[in-house]
T-cell receptor, first 111, second 113 residues
Framework: DAKTTQPNSMESNEEEPVHLPCNHSTISGTDYIHWYRQLPSQGPEYVIHGLTSNVNNRMASLAIAEDRKSSTLILHRATLRDAAVYYCISDGSSNTGKLIFGQGTTLQVKP | DSGVTQTPKHLITATGQRVTLRCSPRSGDLSVYWYQQSLDQGLQFLIQYYNGEERAKGNILERFSAQQFPDLHSELNLSSLELGDSALYFC????????????FGNGTRLTVT
């Protein structure tokens, strides 16, 4: 399975944008990049995923480097409710859909 | 609310015992996944079922087994429990396999004493 590297923790101020980086240098051409987050005492929650082009949804934006070896999750205006562990996953799971989670980035949002 | 229901929410049992965790997937989802989350191991993929058939296997111990029933609900059976099995167990479901978002339940917290 492909591996990802993320910073252990990041801090942000409320109402400011947050850029969460992820390196996936061994990604193969067909591997999607997935982002999930886990709020305290809850199960992981889907955020966004993409293959090559940048992606936007109501929660966040995903910027994928041209060589696909890295990506950035962008939260446009952080709120206190965005404090969570953010997981970047590059699955390499062929046709199963299973996701292999790493350690993730713990995001703290300061008021 | 993800639409995935897990029962029970909490379970306390003794070493050597057997327990069954239950998961009802979102309506229409055919794939069910089981994950274990402990403090020292993070989120570990255990096993996946698709429409009743085992699809993928991860770090699942031989003492653990799972199945998916015709109505698509799934059960995870844990036997000969050890202290180290204490963890949060999450179930997730998705419409199909590859690249469909996974929707997670809120987990079952298992404490083995």
């Amino acid at each position: 399975d492909a591996k990802t590297t993320q910073p252990n923790s990041m801090e942000s101020n409320e109402e400011e944008p947050v850029h969460l980086p992820c390196n996936h240098s061994t990604i193969s051409g067909t591997d999607y990049i997935h982002w999930y987050r886990q709020l305290p005492s809850q199960g992981p929650e889907y955020v966004i995923h993409g293959l090559t082009s940048n992606v936007n949804n109501r929660m966040a934006s995903l910027a994928i480097a041209e060589d696909r070896k890295s990506s950035t999750l962008i939260l446009h205006r952080a709120t206190l409710r965005d404090a969570a562990v953010y997981y970047c996953i590059s699955d390499g799971s062929s046709n199963t859909g299973k996701l292999i989670f790493g350690q993730g980035t713990t995001l703290q949002v300061k008021p | 609310d993800s639409g995935v229901t897990q029962t029970p929410k909490h379970l306390i049992t003794a070493t050597g015992q057997r327990v069954t965790l239950r998961c009802s997937p979102r309506s229409g989802d055919l794939s069910v996944y089981w994950y274990q989350q402990s403090l020292d191991q993070g989120l570990q993929f255990l096993i996946q079922y698709y429409n009743g058939e085992e699809r993928a296997k991860g770090n699942i111990l031989e003492r653990f087994s799972a199945q998916q029933f015709p109505d698509l609900h799934s059960e995870l059976n844990l036997s000969s429990l050890e202290l180290g099995d204490s963890a949060l167990y999450f179930c997730a479901s998705s419409v199909a396999g590859m690249n469909s978002p996974l929707h997670f339940g809120n987990g079952t917290r298992l404490t083995v004493t």
